[in-house]
């Protein structure tokens, strides 16, 4: 099996990108989901999220807008964050690689593959990325995005040129999606030979 790593900085399109591998049957393990759902109504880090930022829960689970608040900009705050959901993600990857292991080709949708040492577990990387006023003008059509957000989040993030550099792939998604499908297909015929749907 060989394991890919997914990755870009915010409003590259990984998210797209991801489904499109999905939709050729690789097996993709979502490591936004799986927070989405443990943060998400009766999720299993609400309680503990709740004890740790207080005020950034409700009925629904967390409020991401609040919980942003409480950590962006503080790097305290977000190492507690962080030390409470990395390792609950990080035993449902291994429940995933478990599952899949027949499978001659995984991808590991991870936002910040390279920033938390995500890389050194992958056999190969696929980076995702386009234009940079691309990806601010995706970026702050999203709800409750800022500048001043997209900023702090970006400052968190390894530049997009030293991604592409470190990548073994590079999937740019500022055309059509024809021409993003093709490279997903591309490297799906590379990494298992054939496709995999």
């Known amino acids: ?17 991801g489904a499109m591998f999905a939709e050729e049957g ?4 979502d490591a936004d989901a799986v927070v989405h759902r443990l943060q998400g109504r009766k999720g299993a880090l609400v309680a503990e999220i709740e004890t740790l930022f ?5 009925a629904a689970g967390v409020n991401r807008t609040a919980l942003a608040e409480a950590v962006l900009g503080e790097r305290s705050a ?4 962080e030390a409470l959901i990395h390792p609950a993600v990080a035993r449902e990857k291994q429940a995933f690689l478990a599952e899949h292991r027949g ?12 920033e938390k040492g995500g890389w050194k577990a992958v056999d190969k990387i696929a980076v995702v990325s386009a234009p940079t006023d691309i990806q601010k003008s995706r ?10 957000k997209f900023e702090a989040i970006r400052a968190l993030q390894i530049p997009d040129s030293e991604k592409r550099a470190r990548a073994d792939f590079v999937i740019e998604t500022g055309g059509s999606f024809d021409e993003t499908r093709a490279a997903v297909r591309a490297i799906i015929a590379c990494l298992a030979g054939r496709s995999v749907r």
């Open 1 to 17: 099996m060989i394991v890919l790593g997914l990755t870009g900085s915010i409003g590259m399109g990984k998210s797209t990108v």
């Open 26 to 29: 690789v097996p993709v393990f």
């Open 54 to 58: 207080p005020g950034t829960t409700g």
């Open 78 to 81: 977000l190492r507690r964050l």
């Open 103 to 114: 499978a001659p080709l995984v991808v590991l949708d991870i936002p910040l593959l390279f």
């Open 139 to 148: 970026v702050l059509s999203r709800p409750d995005m800022t500048e001043e």
